[in-house]
């Protein structure tokens, strides 16, 4: 008798476990709950890319590539833009990083800062409710980051709903 409680107590704690991963959209390993590559698509970056023509074309050769980033985050780069969605860091730990320290505010998200870093990519970090996203674009040649600004915020208001 004692054993039957026993099997019946400890399938019992394996199901409420299970239960409680499954609500949580986990997965084995860490799994993102929302896929960045998902978003990022080659319709959505042929929108925001600062790039043009040729240069477009040569960016987008590759695949993209994806990652996940600790329990429920995940990475994707494609088209000389990365998405980062809820990495390891919250948005405190990434305003305190050096080189962030004159990030101009923007009007985007609950709180975001954006960027320009040594010239090769402009960069935001938008804090929306409990989910975290960066955004690191390529700067093409002859532009600056101030320039595409309005292109990353184009790309972060296009991902923004699907964080909700």
């Not at 040729?54 to 993209?64: D, F, H, T, V």
């Amino acid at each position: 008798m004692r054993l039957f409680f026993t099997a019946v107590i400890a399938t019992a704690a394996f199901a409420s476990s299970i239960s409680a991963f499954q609500a949580r959209g986990g997965a084995a390993g860490g799994q993102p709950t929302i896929r960045a590559c998902s978003l990022l698509t080659r319709e959505l970056i042929r929108k925001v890319t600062p790039y043009e023509g040729k240069a477009l074309e040569i960016s987008l050769m590759g695949g993209p590539e994806a990652d996940s980033l600790g329990a429920g985050g995940s990475d994707c780069c494609d088209g000389g833009i990365c998405v980062q969605i809820d990495p390891r860091f919250g948005f405190e730990t990434f305003k305190a990083q050096k080189g962030w320290e004159h990030a101009e505010h923007v009007s985007v998200g609950d709180e975001a800062l954006f960027h320009d870093n040594i010239g090769e990519w402009a960069e935001l970090v938008v804090r929306s409710g409990a989910h975290l996203l960066t955004i690191r674009m390529d700067i093409p040649r002859g532009k600056t980051a101030a320039s595409i600004k309005s292109n990353v915020l184009a790309l972060a208001n296009a991902l923004l709903p699907a964080l909700k």
